[in-house]
């Protein structure tokens, strides 16, 4: 049903006058005034027009609205369409503009909206929303991270609030197109309390989508992570009175790691809040988040008996030892302000053997932010054969606690990160300070390339840590 609204303009501003010479300005066009211009408001379900009455000619009407309690810009035009999804009773402040400029007056009007029927997310504009104190901060440190198929890092532009991306290949596996929205804000949590959180996924195409809430300095440390498989279209996505953790500051991940290429994504009203604070809102039951990793088949590992050789004329690393390329990306606190490296000697690397200490002079907050790559230089190449099993171990150490991340790739031509197609992947792991993490990969098998490519990430480091790679051991199967 429409609904009308005709309510009278309100003069809010006072008007400064300056003695002139009136037949001096008569045929000047002057600045405009809202005063005696009553704004006509209609409501239609969600949708809510707004427009000048009918014959004003000549001013071009700018609207502000209250829906998040302060007045914010909403748009110009006459008429001018805007949608509000929560049930409430606002206002829209009317100002003018014509040649010369905008009027200094407003005309006000009153409207009541009842909401969309159905659940539709918690009320992003209530004031217990904490997510969107950070949001109004600035969302300028977030960033996408995606490799279509474990091929390479590939650029992806997004824009924030709405929060856009396009999927730019076919993605086959998790955490392959990545989102992480950053709020300028911190947006802390509590272990001591439980939170709901919602948000509105729209796809173009079907995903399987990730959602993720983390703390900034640990991605060990989340509120929940999910994967859904979502149908193309608007998609509600919320989690319900979820036990809360301690983290000084929070970010949200989105993956859309199951995806075609060219789906169009746009994430809109993301909301959390204090699962105690009443927004309005009645929120069906959901069940508590499961973390949907696949299970572990122990049979695709080397048997607890299995010996790697770190010394022995097995181990395939040792040809690449003092013939070692880097590639290094190193930011600084929270900021994505490093450079990419390629060389043969970073000035904060001390060498061993088989033996690499990185110093990380500097602190930071995300993953990613301490990138560092290694693999066989020309001549010492470690070529691997479909028709032959691999194994791999290392070990990291650490001074202080610090985050880590590690995979295999295949070395590729190009770039001076030379990523090519993915051959394992640990994840995300945590370095204890002074104790050994031995990381055993999976069998390989079925790989064919022509040099391997190591990969590292210290991100959310402690500034001044030191981490060492050492006793790396790739051999055959057998």
Known sequence: ?????????????????????????????????????????????????????????????????NESGDFAFAGQGNPFQKTFFDAGTFK???????????????AEAEFTVEGQEGWNGYNYNSQFNIWKAGEDAGMDASYTWCSPGWAGEVS???????????????????????????????????????????CIIELSKPAGVTVKVTDVAS??????????????GENIYWMKNVKGIDASAVKIVFDFGYSEAGNEVKITRITLKDHANDDGTNAPDKEE?????????????????????????????????????FFYYFCNGGDWNGVETETAEPSFLVKSGNSYAITLENGTNSQWQDQFFVWPGAGSYIALSDSKKYALQLKLTATVDTPAFFKIEQ????????????????????????????????????????????IFDFGGCTAGAVVTIKDICLQEYK
Not at 167 to 176: F, I, Y
Not at 177 to 198: I, M, R, T, W
Not at 433 to 453: P, R, Y
């Open 156 to 198: 992806v532009p997004f824009t924030t609030n709405p929060y856009t991306l396009t999927v730019p290949g076919a993605c086959s596996d998790r955490w392959q197109c990545q989102f992480h929205l950053v709020p300028g804000a911190d947006v802390a949590l509590s272990s001591e309390k439980n939170y709901d959180f919602s």
């Open 1 to 65: 049903m429409k609904k009308f609204f005709a309510l009278l303009s309100i003069a809010a501003l006072a008007f400064a006058t300056v003695a002139c010479n009136p037949d001096d300005q008569k045929d000047q066009p002057q600045l405009p005034s809202a005063a005696g211009i009553t704004p006509v408001v209609t409501v239609d379900g969600t949708v809510v027009t707004f427009a000048l009455p009918e014959g004003t000619t000549g001013l071009i009407p700018i609207w502000y609205t």
């Open 219 to 232: 991605d060990d440390n989340f509120l929940f992570v999910t994967l859904d498989d979502m149908p193309a």
């Open 411 to 454: 070395w590729a031509e190009g770039g001076p990160k030379h990523e090519g197609a993915n051959i394992w992947e640990k994840g995300a792991v945590s370095i204890k300070a002074g104790e050994d993490l031995v990381i055993t990969s999976k069998i390989i098998s079925g790989v064919a390339c022509d040099n391997v490519n190591l």
């Open 289 to 325: 988040p499961v973390t949907p990793e696949p299970p572990v088949d122990d049979s695709e590992y080397p048997a607890d008996s299995y010996v790697f050789d770190v010394n022995g004329e097995g181990n395939l690393w040792k040809a690449a030892l003092g013939n070692e390329m």
């Open 92 to 106: 829209v402040r009317m100002y003018v503009s014509n040649s010369v400029g905008q009027s200094a007056d407003y």
